[in-house]
């Protein structure tokens, strides 16, 4: 019989175990180690465990255009909605679907919801409209005769206040430069030569847009009995007007106050903004929006930019209006194109909502805030207190069933049992600053039935070691050729679950996510700690004296499973042949 090469391993055999398994201690230790130097020692918690609002928004199509509400464009909306939620440093909002025509925005404690109800409340389509006129939010009154010309204000018609919004390219002028307010539609001009100084001259032609346009008259009526004041008349001001039409709106001055605004055919809408934010410009030491738009966008800003800078005030205005509001109405002095930048009364908060906005404000529906909700955590923290008492009795009988049943083994598995939770908590730790993962009760749900999964693959392999006693080998012997076909077991295993979580993910929105993602990372880690951690350790037990020599209490007692004796070969003897029976 040839002897065995030197240095050759038994079938499924491990050659240095205690490097591997010091290699996976170091990567515990690591992991451990990166969570409490980010501070992040806890996992961050969802909705339902930590508390917070839930916003619930129904879609609106225009009269005639119901069947814009469709899967496409709902979509497209939830898609916005979150990037404007998570603009606000939100990154465990959830925003979803509900039936055809809702949407469910959850935002988790912590968060300022008053900032977020408005951001997210604002949901619809997005006009750059050039201004016609500007007057004060109360509804027009006749001049008495020979008053003198001036705006309702009480400032001349051509004079603009101070700290208000003005439109430039990037390299602007320090200067601000106000919102000019003139009178409801247009001023009387001055007499002619001659004529008394009180004599009122008739109307002239309708206010002209500034592509020659005149402004219906109808909606110069609408617009001088437009009162901003009344929360009813500024919520249906321009409502139904088509972004080619001109319409009225109201907006905020620069100390809060209503205005209300007469505006022309919308000329750059908020698909054509690429990005917006807001930022402090360390040169004037003032918060300005900076704006870059699209190739289509940046022709279509340069052409109406052109247009208003040649205009007198307040028609060298823009209007940005979303929802129907007038949100900002910077002056135009020079013709922008790719980038711009209003600068005005902004604080950082104001600058960096309208950026927020701006970003992510061009809507493909309409929606009204239907409710918004606070959830406390009183509930959910219930629901976590059963959860982990279920959780607990399910480990403690796991636990007994393996001392009774494996004796000695069950401190391989326990130990396992701990390297696998250390990492399992230690991820999710991580994981919330960086992916934005939220534990919430079905995530938690899927980390206890993770602990059947790691416990079945410990037996698996404990089963495989006993069988091997049971043919009349050794431990050593045994451990080494009972993990290759345990080994198979349990990725087959572990791949079955992983790929039920990964379709489980991919199907499903919201919270059953979290289940999902918990069980498919717990699977991958069941991987990871069976093959360098469980393995490693048993075989470096099974060198040890208390288990080589299957002690009682080992688990490994070959007596008590029922082995075989050791196979050996024996000679057969032969009877000598007698020399008279021959």
């Known amino acids: 019989m040839a002897a065995p090469k030197k240095g050759r391993k038994a079938p499924g055999g491990q050659g240095k175990p205690g490097r591997t398994l010091a290699l996976m201690l170091i990567v515990m230790a690591g992991l451990v180690g990166g969570m409490f130097w980010s501070g992040e020692t806890t996992p961050r918690l969802g909705i339902d465990l930590a508390g917070g609002t839930t916003i619930t928004l129904k879609a609106e199509a225009e009269p005639g255009k119901e069947s814009a509400v469709n899967e496409t464009n709902m979509a497209t909306a939830v898609g916005i909605i979150e990037r404007r939620v998570n603009g606000l440093g939100v990154s465990e909002a959830e925003v979803q679907t509900q039936g055809k025509e809702n949407i469910i925005v959850n935002i988790p404690k912590g968060t300022d919801s008053e900032q977020a109800q408005k951001q997210v409340g604002t ?61 409801a539609l247009k001023a009387p001009s001055p007499a002619p030569s001659g004529a008394p100084a009180d004599q009122p001259k008739a109307p002239e032609n309708p206010v002209p847009t500034p592509s020659g346009a005149a402004a219906d008259p109808e909606l110069e009526k609408q617009f001088a009995a437009l009162n ?6 500024r919520a249906n001001a321009g409502k139904g007007a088509k972004p080619e039409q001109a319409t009225v709106a109201c907006g905020k001055n620069s100390v809060g106050g209503w205005e209300k605004y007469l505006l022309g055919p919308a000329e750059v809408d908020g698909k054509d903004v690429d990005d917006a934010k ?10 300005i929006v900076q704006m870059d738009f699209t190739g289509a966008g940046s022709k279509k800003f340069a052409k109406i930019t052109g247009k208003l800078s040649q205009q007198p005030s307040p028609m060298n205005q823009f209007a940005i209006v979303l929802d129907g509001e007038v949100v ?58 059963a959860g982990l008492i279920a959780g607990a009795i399910g480990l403690a009988l796991v636990v007994v069933y393996l001392v009774v049943y494996y004796r000695g083994l069950s401190i391989v598995a326990l130990l396992s049992l701990l390297a696998s939770a250390i990492l399992t908590y230690a991820l999710m730790s991580l994981l919330g600053p960086a992916i934005g993962f939220a534990l919430n009760l079905p995530a938690v749900c899927g980390a206890i039935v993770a602990i059947g999964i790691t416990a079945d693959s410990f037996i698996v392999y404990f089963e495989r070691i006993r069988d091997e006693i049971r043919e009349g080998r050794t431990l050593r012997p045994a451990v080494e050729r009972a993990w290759p076909r345990a080994r198979r077991t349990i990725l087959v295993s572990d791949f079955v679950s992983f790929l039920a979580a990964a379709v489980l993910f991919i199907v499903t929105v919201g919270k059953v996510q979290g289940f999902a993602f918990t069980l498919g990372l717990t ?42 004796p050791p196979l050996r070969r024996s000679r057969r003897v032969s009877a000598p042949v007698n020399p008279k029976e021959a």
């Open 228 to 233: 901003c004041l009344d929360p009813k008349a």
């Open 523 to 564: 699977t991958l880690l069941d991987v990871v700690v069976v093959f360098f951690f469980t393995k490693p350790l048993m075989t470096l037990l099974a060198r040890t004296k208390f288990f080589a020599s299957g002690h009682p209490w080992s688990g490994l007692d070959p007596k008590r499973l029922g082995a075989k």
């Open 278 to 287: 807001g930022v402090l410009d360390p040169q004037r030491g003032i918060w």
């Open 328 to 385: 900002s109405a910077p002056q135009v002095n020079q013709t922008l194109s790719a980038s711009a930048e209003i600068s005005g009364s902004f604080n950082q908060q104001s600058a960096q909502d309208l950026g927020n906005i701006l970003s992510y404000g061009a809507l493909p529906l309409s929606f009204d805030q239907q409710s918004v909700t606070t959830v406390t955590a009183a509930l959910g923290g219930e629901q976590l207190k």
């Open 123 to 183: 949901t619809a389509q997005l006009f750059f409209r050039p201004v016609l006129n500007v007057a004060p939010a109360g509804p027009a009154t006749p001049e008495p005769a020979g008053s003198p010309s001036a705006s309702p204000s009480g400032k001349p018609a051509d004079k603009a206040t101070d700290g208000e919004d003005k439109a430039t390219a990037p390299s602007s002028s320090p200067t601000t430069q106000g919102r000019a307010v003139t009178e």
